[in-house]
C-alpha cells in the first residue's frame, strides 16, 4: 500500500511554508474527491449467500483506509456456466421480488448493505464489485492506484491548498490552474472507466511550480 504522506514532498514547493500536517489532509480530501467522481478504485469480493437470508452487511477485506460507496453489480456464480448471471440492481427494498428460489434482483439499503431476493433455497456465493472511497483519516491507498493517479491527486491537493485564504500559499490564479489539471484528470479517468480501462496508467507530469 502508497501512502499519502509519500506525495507530501511533490505537494510542498507549490506551498511552501504549508505543513505537513496539512498537506497530507489535502491529498486525502483530494484523493476521496478524485474516486467518489470516478470510480477507479474498485473490488471484486466474494461472499457466501445461505438459505432465508436476504441482508447482508459487507465490508472490504484488505482494501487499507476505504468504505464502500456503492455495489454497482453482483453476479451469482456457481451454475456450472463459464459466465456468472448478473442479478439485476433495483433503487427499492420493495422492488426486489420475494418469490422464486433463487436471487435474481439487489439493492443496497445502505452502501455496505446488501438486500438480495427471491430468499435461496441453498447455499451460493456472489461475486461483488465494490466502489471504495477513502475515509477521512486514511493513510494509504493500493500501490497501483498511486501508480496511475497520484499525479492527479497532487493537483487536487495543491488546488485545495492555494484556494485557501490567510495562508502565505494562498494564490488564487494558480488554484484555478491545478484545478482545472484535476478536473480534467478525473474526467478523463471517467471516460476511461466507462469504456472498462480503468488500469491505464496515468502519464501526465505536473509542469512548473504554479
Given at each position: ?88 440492481k433495483v433503487s427499492y ?118
Amino acid at each position: 500500500m502508497a501512502k499519502y504522506s509519500d506525495l507530501n514532498k511533490l505537494v510542498y514547493p507549490y506551498v511552501t511554508a504549508c505543513p505537513d500536517m496539512l498537506i497530507e489532509q489535502a491529498l486525502v480530501y483530494s484523493a476521496r474527491e478524485f474516486f467518489k467522481q470516478t470510480r477507479l478504485w474498485r473490488k471484486r469480493q466474494m461472499l457466501d449467500v445461505i438459505p432465508n437470508c436476504n441482508i447482508y452487511p459487507i465490508q472490504a477485506i484488505n482494501c487499507g483506509d476505504a468504505y464502500i460507496e456503492e455495489i454497482p453489480h453482483v453476479f451469482r456464480t456457481g451454475e456450472g456456466s463459464a459466465t456468472p448471471s448478473e442479478l439485476c440492481k433495483v433503487s427499492y427494498r420493495e422492488d426486489v421480488p420475494q418469490t422464486g428460489n433463487q436471487p435474481s434482483h439487489y439493492t443496497a439499503i445502505y452502501p455496505d448493505h446488501l438486500f438480495i431476493g427471491p430468499d435461496p433455497d441453498e447455499k451460493t456465493v456472489f461475486e461483488l464489485d465494490l466502489v471504495l472511497v477513502p475515509t477521512v483519516n486514511a493513510c494509504s491507498f493500493p500501490d497501483e492506484l498511486y501508480e496511475s493517479y497520484a499525479n492527479a491527486i497532487q493537483h487536487g491537493a495543491i488546488a485545495y491548498l492555494k484556494e485557501q485564504t490567510g495562508h502565505p500559499w494562498h494564490d488564487p490564479s494558480g488554484a484555478a490552474h491545478h484545478r482545472q489539471t484535476f478536473v480534467r484528470l478525473m474526467s478523463e479517468a471517467r471516460i476511461r472507466e466507462r469504456r472498462g480501462q480503468v488500469n491505464v496508467t496515468e502519464r501526465v507530469e505536473l509542469g512548473g511550480w504554479i
